[in-house]
């Protein structure tokens, strides 16, 4: 006879499984519909969860948060303000309702989370939390705005230092130039005094060219004079007459004013040469004088130079003073509070109990627990003697 196949075997089993099922459909059915209908009573029954939350926007000041929304994050969960949210409503530390805070990622934002049976208990509770960070930010952006209002007064005070320092600078530098117009006046009146001198030094020349002309006509006369004495004291040997003597005598007395007058005539180039050299004096004394003014002029100058490096210094020192201001008053236009972006909002419906989700779940578990009990029954009747 042929053996019957796994197969067959198998679906034997399954027929059986079936037939028992069929067998104990109402024990089954009323195990489903009492645990969905007990689920539905204990959620009716149970008290209803709402969802209580609130959102905060960290604010900014001078490019930066006021402080960082992960550390407001577990200053909350650490309790920080709870300790004064509590003693203010006078809830008692057990029955305070447990926060769920998140800092979402890329954001300043801090979101507040209570899932409470007590709606108004909660909201009070986010709303003072809320009070308190804004209070305390609020310190610290008043605090900080007053470090930026103080560094714009400090800076405002360097400004009128170095505006005190130009102008410091720019009395020195008129100082300078007029000590400059002095020196250059005094250079124009020396190079009048030159030229008042070698235009005094032209006619002494001139007198020299004159009396050496003199010298020149009252040589030649001399040595006239010279020849015709050697001829009348060649003639006198041999004519001893009173006139040929009496012209001898003349014509000695008018050789001897003649060497005398050529005598003077030298002594006078001499004096006027002198007086030349005296002038050329005073003209290289002059000059060096006028040299030393020149020397005194490009010094100013240089220092004049220096001036005006200080002064474009002291400027552009302003300019970056200036700057600084800008930027510290752009901070404080650019100062953003903390906000609350949602006020402490209750949900429309309560989130727990899911009465649905929970009948469902209960109906599916009574499903499984009343095939659980027709097998079970099923397997004690065949088990009986």
């Known amino acids: 006879m042929e053996e019957p196949t796994q197969t067959e075997y198998d679906e034997i089993d399954l027929m059986d499984y079936v037939k028992v099922i069929l067998k104990r459909k109402w024990l089954i059915l009323a195990v489903f519909f009492g645990a969905a209908i007990v689920a539905g009573v204990f959620s009716f029954i149970m008290p209803k969860v709402y969802k209580i939350d609130t959102s905060l926007e960290v604010?900014?000041?001078?490019?930066?948060?006021?402080?960082?929304?992960?550390?407001?994050?577990?200053?909350?969960?650490?309790?920080?303000?709870?300790?004064f949210?509590?003693?203010?409503?006078?809830?008692?530390?057990?029955?305070?309702?447990?926060?769920?805070?998140?800092?979402?990622?890329?954001?300043?934002?801090?979101?507040?989370?209570?899932?409470?049976?007590?709606?108004?208990?909660?909201?009070?509770?986010?709303?003072?939390?809320?009070?308190?960070?804004?209070?305390?930010?609020?310190?610290?952006?008043?605090?900080?705005?007053?470090?930026?209002?103080?560094?714009?007064?400090?800076?405002?005070?360097?400004?009128?230092?170095?505006?005190?320092?130009?102008e410091k600078v720019k009395n020195k530098k008129q100082s300078s130039e007029n000590d400059i117009q002095r020196i250059k006046n005094k250079i124009e009146t020396l190079q009048k005094d030159i030229e008042s001198t070698r235009n005094k030094i032209e006619p002494l020349r001139d007198d020299i060219t004159r009396i050496e002309i003199k010298i020149s006509n009252a040589e030649e006369e001399k040595t006239n004079l010279?020849?015709?004495?050697?001829?009348?004291?060649?003639v006198l040997p041999y004519q001893q007459d009173p006139g040929t003597q009496f012209a001898l005598f003349d014509t000695k007395e008018k050789l001897a004013n003649k060497k005398q007058e050529i005598e003077n005539l030298y002594l006078s180039i001499n004096s006027l040469k002198r007086t030349i050299e005296d002038y050329n004096l005073q003209i290289s004394s002059l000059e060096r004088s006028i040299e030393d003014y020149n020397s005194q002029i490009n010094s100013l100058e240089r220092g004049?130079?220096?001036?005006?490096?200080?002064?474009?210094?002291?400027?552009?020192?302003?300019?970056?003073?200036?700057?600084?201001?800008?930027?510290?008053?752009a901070s404080l236009d650019e100062i953003k509070p903390t906000q609350v972006v949602k006020n402490p909002t209750v949900s429309a419906s309560p989130i727990k109990p899911r009465i649905?989700?929970?009948?469902?779940?209960?109906?599916?578990?009574?499903?499984?627990?009343?095939?659980?009990?027709?097998?079970?029954?099923?397997?004690?009747?065949?088990?009986?003697?």
Do not use: C, M
């Not at 108004?120 to 952006?141: D, G, R, T, V, Y």
């Not at 004049?304 to 008053?329: C, K, M, P």
């Open 304 to 329: 004049l130079e220096d001036y005006n490096i200080q002064i474009n210094s002291l400027t552009n020192n302003i300019e970056n003073l200036n700057a600084q201001i800008n930027s510290l008053r």
């Open 85 to 166: 949210v509590r003693e203010k409503l006078g809830i008692p530390e057990e029955k305070y309702p447990k926060i769920k805070t998140e800092n979402p990622k890329g954001t300043n934002l801090i979101t507040l989370v209570i899932e409470s049976a007590k709606p108004p208990e909660s909201k009070n509770i986010l709303e003072e939390i809320n009070n308190l960070i804004l209070a305390e930010h609020q310190e610290k952006i008043k605090a900080k705005k007053e470090l930026i209002e103080q560094d714009i007064k400090t800076t405002e005070e360097k400004i009128k230092l170095v505006e005190s320092d130009i």
């Open 59 to 83: 604010g900014q000041i001078a490019g930066a948060v006021v402080e960082d929304p992960g550390q407001v994050v577990e200053k909350i969960k650490g309790d920080v303000y709870g300790i």
């Open 356 to 385: 649905k989700l929970n009948i469902v779940i209960a109906a599916v578990l009574g499903l499984f627990v009343g095939i659980f009990l027709a097998f079970f029954q099923e397997w004690w009747e065949k088990s009986k003697p």
């Open 226 to 234: 010279e020849a015709k004495v050697d001829a009348l004291q060649k």
